[in-house]
């Protein structure tokens, strides 16, 4: 009987081959459909200029650097909200209260009277600098239409038409369709081959390996000894580095109550570590900042006003608008009528840096003494979405920065003197917090 190799293998490497073209066409194509998605034009987001007189553009960096800190668009802050005020208001009693309202106030002018009852009773800084153009660019600049919140270009949903007018779900169907027509036709081709080699009196033979590859190598000591060997050393390995990891909280990321971005507050608007932090000037921990510190800012900032297409937006506006209002429920802050409510809730923050009870470390004395920088230890914080552990903070680790930091003596004539006692002693120009007994035991273990 006339013996050939096995046909089996032959159709295995077509079916291989289709599924991988399939899958090939099927990612183009997904490709090719999310392309207009994706060069969809940008919406502009440039606010036309209002009708009348004054400068828009100018207007705004008024607004900003003059009203913004108690006053928004669309929303009641210190003040009451400022789109379409030039609508509600004479202009010539615009420029009037913009540069003296207290004065209005006292001469019992109703609307005067009328507004400063409704928001509180909160005095308005006088403008006198500002001369009727000011006032008019900043009006014009109110007057501006509120922007149209479109809804963001994405991939379509499921079961929504595409351009063409054929749904996204059909067009899947059609093709795992043919994906099952391709599997099935290649079954009965196989079928079909071992019914016609069969009936030729064609025998189909398999490789059959005559020395098992695991008895080879179980008959070979040399090559079990060395294996043994090396698994014990490579487990070695892995189990010292497991151990040595025990209690090193390196890159833990916890999840906070409410959430704050070190890249939005260090990073895009500069905010100072030592701002928020202010303790660790002169304590022996830095502190986890007093919502008080929270409301300095945030009794006016009541939303997110960041680009959402900035690089250092991770969510989105009502994402962050949403923890503003969890930062207000906490303080008892009424942002409508712009006072507390005295019904405060307290926050449970979640611990991310953390010594030992055994180890001393004084954050004075490195910050405000030695003038080590923040990121230093805490890594590039303005970069970080939420806080974690950038370094290990193990002994080894605290060891080696005193071995290589050396030790600022301008401006400190304790450290002079005794810089230059210990420089004559090791012969050295410039000491390190080591030479300076940095690294015994006593220093950080008590």
Avoid at 269 to 296: E, F, Q
Wanted: aromatic share 8%; charged share 20%.
């Amino acid at each position: 009987m006339k013996k050939v190799g096995n046909h089996n293998s032959f159709s295995r490497i077509l079916l291989f081959c289709l599924a991988f073209s399939l899958s090939f066409s099927i990612t183009s194509y997904a490709q090719d459909a999310a392309a207009p998605a994706a060069t969809a034009p940008a919406d502009a987001a440039a606010a036309a200029p209002a009708e009348g007189a004054g400068d828009p553009v100018k207007g705004k960096e008024l607004f900003n650097t003059l009203c913004a800190a108690c006053h928004k668009l669309d929303a009641k802050s210190t003040g009451p909200a400022l789109r379409g005020v030039a609508d509600r208001h004479a202009r010539t009693w615009l420029y009037s209260w913009v540069k003296n309202s207290s004065e209005m106030i006292k001469a019992g002018d109703p609307a005067a009277v009328k507004l400063f009852a409704e928001n509180n009773k909160s005095v308005m800084t006088p403008f006198p600098q500002l001369s009727h153009g000011d006032i008019d660019n900043i009006l014009a600049y109110t007057s501006a239409p509120a922007p149209v919140v479109e809804k963001p270009a994405g991939a379509a949903a499921a079961g929504e038409t595409s351009k063409t007018g054929v749904s996204n779900d059909l067009v899947l169907f059609a093709l795992v369709l043919v994906l099952a027509v391709l599997i099935i036709m290649l079954v009965l081709v196989t079928r079909t081959l071992k019914r016609v080699s069969a009936a030729n009196g064609v025998e189909v033979v398999s490789k059959d390996s005559s020395v098992s590859l695991w008895r080879a190598y179980a008959k070979n000591q040399f090559l079990v000894f060395v294996t043994v060997i090396l698994l014990m050393l490579s487990s070695s390995y892995f189990l010292y580095g497991y151990l040595m990891q025990i209690g090193v909280d390196q890159g833990y990321e916890p999840i906070q109550p409410i959430h704050f971005s070190h890249k939005i507050h260090a990073g895009d608007n500069g905010i100072d570590c030592k701002y928020c932090h202010s303790s660790a000037r002169v304590s022996k921990t830095s502190g986890i900042p007093s919502l008080n510190v929270c409301m300095n800012c945030h009794k006016n900032v009541s939303e997110f006003q960041g680009d959402k297409d900035s690089t250092y937006v991770d969510h989105s506006k009502e994402f962050y608008s949403g923890e503003i209002k969890k930062l207000y429920d906490a303080v008892g802050w009424d942002a409508a009528a712009q006072k507390y409510t005295g019904k405060q809730k307290p926050v449970k923050w979640v611990r991310v840096h953390n010594l030992p009870d055994f180890v001393y470390f004084n954050h004075s004395q490195h910050v405000s003494v030695a003038g080590v920088e923040c990121q230093t230890c805490h890594g590039p914080v303005e970069t970080m979405e939420v806080m974690r552990q950038h370094s290990p903070l193990t002994m080894g680790w605290c060891i080696n920065c005193h071995r290589e930091t050396d030790v600022k003596v301008e401006g400190n004539d304790y450290y002079k003197k005794i810089h230059d006692e210990l420089a004559k002693k090791y012969g050295v120009q410039k000491l390190t917090a080591a030479n300076m007994g940095g690294t015994e035991c006593g220093k950080c273990h008590y």
